[in-house]
């Protein structure tokens, strides 16, 4: 059984991806504006950064492909298990696994990290329901876990995600192409405001499945973040907004 439950107050965090491994004392985040901490995401061997073209701007936002690059699990437990531990707020630590015996290594030993109060299991956009759901049970321990879905595939998953012990859902930033200033097609995540109104239906549509959701996409204001929970969100993931320039003054007026 869990021993940390999912109340954020306040009901705001990062999303993963967004604002690195540890929270940092300084930044562009006021960080008592957050209820919990979301690192960027672990896999169990390092990754390296993506190739090519990585960054595409857009009307109403912009395509991101970044590879998540990282040190690998064991290198990120030395380097940032002791920032953790010190951390002010609690710490989510977003995993990547390629099956559930890879979370269940990492998981493990995510337990024994003082300061870590979840874990958030990153899904593949063609993942098949039988494997979210071995991955939810293998995540389940002590720590309260969250199933990051792609948004475009929630409502297909996210009902065998809780059954299978996910304690939550929060949505992946959808994928999407975009042809670059040569006329090449490059592939990714979609971020920015025009996100929003399909963020914000998936939310309205998994609450009314009775799925315990976090919402995210395109969440760039205060009444944004207010709408999602409004909609039953039980907490909101802030991305795009957290690269503007003094983007966290947002939620503070």
């Not at 590879?67 to 531990?85: C, K």
């Amino acid at each position: 059984m869990a021993k940390f439950d999912l109340s954020f107050d306040p009901p705001l965090m990062n999303a993963a991806g967004t604002l690195g491994f540890i929270p940092g004392q300084h930044g562009p985040v006021e960080w008592s504006q957050l209820g919990a901490f979301v690192t960027n995401p672990i896999s169990l061997a390092p990754r390296t950064p993506a190739h090519g073209v990585r960054f595409s701007a857009y009307p109403g936002g912009f395509l991101l492909h970044t590879g998540y690059p990282n040190p690998g699990f064991s290198q990120a437990l030395r380097r940032y298990a002791h920032n953790w531990e010190r951390s002010q707020i609690p710490v989510i630590v977003h995993v990547l696994a390629h099956g559930p015996d890879e979370v269940i290594q990492m998981v493990r030993r995510l337990e024994m990290v003082d300061g870590v109060t979840g874990v958030e299991v990153g899904v593949d956009h063609d993942a098949q329901p039988e494997l979210v759901a071995a991955l939810a049970q293998a995540a389940g321990g002590e720590l309260p876990v969250i199933l990051r879905l792609p948004t475009e595939r929630a409502l297909e998953l996210s009902t065998v995600a809780v059954q299978s012990g996910a304690m939550a859902i929060s949505l992946a930033a959808p994928r999407g192409v975009y042809p670059t200033r040569q006329g090449e097609l490059t592939q990714g995540r979609l971020y920015g405001p025009a996100i929003f109104p399909v963020a914000l239906k998936t939310v309205k549509e998994l609450v009314n499945l009775g799925i315990p959701s976090i919402g995210a996409g395109g969440v760039y204001t205060r009444e944004q973040c207010q709408a999602m929970l409004s909609a039953g969100a039980l907490a909101v993931q802030l991305d795009g907004v957290l690269w503007r320039h003094a983007g966290y003054k947002i939620f503070s007026r």
